[in-house]
């Protein structure tokens, strides 16, 4: 599984490779939106997770998340914003492209609880879709910047 991390406020971007039970999930992290559009125009990313966005970086980047550009649109894209007022700005735009925005910081419970839940479902539809539907994958210890 391929996942993107666009982080406007993470020290430094990268790459890394986490397990998720028998399988390895690339990690790579972008810390600026003309970085997190270079990466999904090279590659295919089931997951994009924008953390900590503010509603000027939520709404640059669900611009530029349409159809018909040279992007490789991300199976699914989950938002974070920790602040309430982000949150009110950014949960129907996020909401009219199905796209989840969840509030809070990823170091609270409930916000990896439901991230979590969120890539057991991904995980789970990747090994359908291979043919490897029988194994069920637990993710633990997983933080994310």
């Not at 295919?44 to 530029?64: P, Q, R, S, V």
Request: with cysteine; glycine share 6%; aromatic share 8%.
């Amino acid at each position: 599984m391929n996942i993107l991390i666009y982080n406007p406020t993470a020290e430094r971007a990268g790459g890394f490779i986490i397990d998720v039970g028998q399988e390895q999930a690339q990690i790579d992290i972008a810390v600026t939106l003309p970085d997190t559009v270079q990466c999904i125009q090279n590659k295919y990313y089931e997951l994009l997770l924008a953390e900590n966005i503010t509603a000027d970086d939520g709404t640059a980047l669900l611009d530029e998340l349409q159809p018909g550009t040279n992007i490789h649109l991300p199976s699914h894209v989950i938002g974070v914003t920790p602040e309430w007022e982000d949150y009110q700005v950014l949960s129907d735009a996020f909401d009219d492209q199905l796209f989840p925005l969840l509030i809070g910081e990823m170091r609270d419970e409930m916000v990896m609880d439901r991230l979590m839940n969120k890539l057991q479902y991904l995980t789970a539809v990747d090994r359908q879709k291979n043919g490897t539907e029988n194994r069920k994958e637990e993710f633990e210890n997983v933080s994310f910047i």
